[in-house]
């Protein structure tokens, strides 16, 4: 098997740039195709994916379902039309495949002549839905909404009349989420239904939530899952525990009982072993998730054996054969192995955030241990690629996005390794340059920092990186310190000291580029979201070698977003060393707002009006701050977007476009 080859670009190919494509007039964001979910059968001979693509009458993302078989032939689509067709589950036996369609549809397709029947449309999507051993129940979580008894009793309207809306009183500690606007009461809990369809059956009940997977023991009489049932669990929402659920009567009991959370369980094919992922709880702002196995009964829990890595592990899978799988992120890298051999299956996992590069992607195994998963590269997002287990290395299946990407001239990326100015430590970053780079010109630079803080960005597909270099701009982009896929103690050289020396790592980045030689020291820009915006803010703060900055969606005042984030209760608590009315200047001294005095800098801040993870007035403290010093300062409202500001098309475009006129507007010529 070989990868599908991909046409020669035409002489006549252009950057992927924000204007139309080669015919008609649609913008290049809108002709991109991705993958998600691979789902390979069973049985190991077919795979089923989730197609995404965007809608330019709707302005959204879309979705339908594909399949191929592993050696890349009968490629065809499984559903079709602007749905949002996702989550795609075989059936034990390989001959059914249970999928969720719009409006929160459970349908079930028969493979081998096409039939298709709804089982169920649910009152909310499911978190996770998985098949019985026998192929005969369906489990997965889903939230159950509760009507709360009203606080107080209003007069009724008179017919006809146009009153106001009544009042909505609040007494829930997490009461609203980013994306999801004002969440309704209730809890998630554990269902199952019948495969041949009917009314499902609730089997966990209470003040809790029970979320995730989940996953059934092979005789089929029990279900293990994900939740937080003690009586403290909004005030401690990391200490999960895994609970075993009796089919038959609801029955629940924690198999789990440590400080910290324990996920994602999986049953050996055996049924002897419980493996499961968490840490112990020590309080710290990243904290590396391990691999842990336990005895079917919840006995002797232990650090999985050749798991003792220091990285993230998720997603752990047995294969039929008794492998266990496992993915994680290294040095920007995304990766699967097998615990029985400890050699890297695949990397370059990932492709399917579209925006920036940051890690992402998905696998599943079939029972002989063949592995279906979502392959990037800096030149093309997720696409579908296999290896089974007579292959040596991946085969690329899919090239979805060939149409639009053949036809440009994509930039290149470069790896970049150098020493931190703060302590000499290497930091990890990568160096995009434009289509037709020539090292004897002088280029203007723009450094994107990313957010999390504790995240990572790699060489995976992005569609800005690439926008902005097809403007003329070289951009830098690396992991300082925080950021993940470089073990605990880098991610923890910024507990409760963020944003610090991480602005040292970025400024010694920006010096080993500038010393290349091809960039135009006079015209640096510095933009970043989130965690990236954090940090802009915070270097405008202390240097002002760059000619303008566009902060987005940024933490400006950390006592003012403790108090008003959606997840306030989480950040509290491992962010910083307590409440910010008993730590006040230490709140204050990691705030940007504590260096607007210092700022001379042109900033533009850009944040959706909808934003619950960092509210719209952080990004307002720091526009009206400027505006009081007289600086040139812009404010941009995203009408409807949330936290993720480019999830609609027309959102990525906007957003990328205000960031390269404010810089070209303040570029030296």
């Known amino acids: 098997m070989s990868p599908p080859t991909r046409s020669t670009r035409p002489a006549s190919a252009t950057p992927l740039d924000q204007g139309s494509c080669h015919y008609g007039d649609t913008p290049a964001v809108f002709r991109l195709e991705f993958a998600t979910d691979p789902q390979i059968s069973p049985d190991g001979k077919r795979v089923v994916y989730v197609r995404n693509f965007m809608d330019i009458k709707k302005d959204r993302r879309r979705s339908n379902l594909w399949i191929i078989n592993v050696d890349g032939s009968e490629h065809r689509a499984l559903t079709s039309g602007d749905g949002n067709d996702r989550s795609p589950r075989w059936s034990p036996d390989s001959k059914r495949l249970l999928y969720l369609s719009a409006d929160n549809e459970l349908v079930c397709r028969w493979m081998d002549k096409g039939d298709i029947g709804r089982l169920a449309k649910l009152s909310a999507e499911p978190l996770g839905i998985a098949w019985s051993p026998d192929g005969k129940s369906i489990a997965f979580t889903m939230h159950v909404a509760q009507t709360p008894k009203p606080f107080v009793k209003l007069p009724t309207p008179p017919k006809g009349a146009e009153w106001a809306d009544p009042p909505v009183m609040i007494r829930s500690l997490n009461y609203r989420f980013d994306g999801k606007g004002y969440l309704k009461e209730g809890h998630h809990h554990l269902f199952v239904l019948p495969a041949d369809g009917g009314t499902p059956r609730q089997l966990t009940s209470g003040p809790h ?184 290395r991946p085969t690329r299946l899919t090239n979805l996005s060939a149409s639009l990407l053949d036809q440009k001239k994509l930039a290149t990326v470069e790896e970049i390794r150098y020493k931190s100015s703060h302590d000499g430590r290497e930091i990890h970053g990568w160096i995009v340059k434009p289509a037709g780079f020539d090292a004897k010109k002088k280029y203007p630079l723009i450094l994107e920092i990313h957010g999390g803080p504790f995240a990572n960005y790699g060489p995976r597909f992005a569609v800005q990186m690439q926008l902005y270099a097809a403007a003329g701009y070289v951009v830098f982009y690396a992991n300082p310190r925080g950021s993940t896929s470089y073990g605990q103690e880098f991610g923890n050289l910024i507990h409760h000291a963020y944003p610090g020396h991480d602005y040292d790592d970025l400024m010694s980045g920006v010096d080993a580029v500038i010393a290349k030689g091809y960039v135009d020291k006079d015209n640096l820009f510095v933009t970043g979201g989130s965690g990236g915006g954090v940090l802009t803010a915070w270097i405008i703060g202390k240097t002002g070698r760059f000619r303008a900055a566009v902060v987005s969606k940024p933490v400006i005042n950390w006592f003012s977003f403790v108090l008003t984030a959606d997840i306030y209760a989480f950040f509290n608590r491992y962010w910083f060393p307590g409440p910010p009315w008993e730590n006040a200047e230490h709140y204050l001294k990691r705030s940007p707002i504590s260096l607007v005095g210092n700022v001379t800098t042109p900033t533009m801040v850009i944040t959706g009006d909808v934003d619950h993870r960092t509210p719209i007035s952080e990004s307002e403290q720091l526009y009206q701050a400027l505006k009081l010093r007289k600086i040139d300062a812009a404010l941009v409202r995203i009408p409807g977007a949330s936290h993720d500001i480019a999830a609609r098309p027309s959102h990525l475009i906007a957003h990328t476009a205000y960031v390269l006129q404010w810089f070209e507007t303040h570029r030296k010529k």
């Open 209 to 392: 939530d029970h979320v995730g997977v989940p996953a059934w023991t092979p005789d089929g009489k029990a279900i293990l899952v994900t939740g937080n049932r003690h009586p403290d669990a909004g005030h401690d929402p990391l200490n999960t525990e895994i609970y075993e659920v009796d089919v038959a009567d609801g029955s629940t009991k924690a198999l789990t009982k440590r400080k910290g959370p324990d996920n994602n369980p999986v049953v050996s094919p055996d049924g002897k072993l419980i493996t499961y992922i968490g840490f112990d709880d020590k309080q710290q702002g990243y904290q590396v998730t391990r691999l842990y196995v336990m005895n079917r009964d919840g006995s002797d829990p232990r650090l999985f054996p050749m798991a003792k890595l220091d990285r993230d592990v998720k997603n752990p899978r047995w294969s039929k054969n008794g492998e266990l799988f496992f993915q994680f992120d290294d040095e920007g890298n995304t990766k699967v192995v097998t615990t029985k051999f400890p050699e890297v299956l695949a990397d370059n996992v990932g492709g399917a955030t579209l925006d920036r590069p940051y890690a992402s992607g998905s696998y599943s195994v079939s029972d002989d241990g063949t592995i279906a998963f979502t392959q990037t590269s800096p030149l093309h997002p997720a696409e579908v690629a296999v290896l089974t287990v007579k292959d040596k």
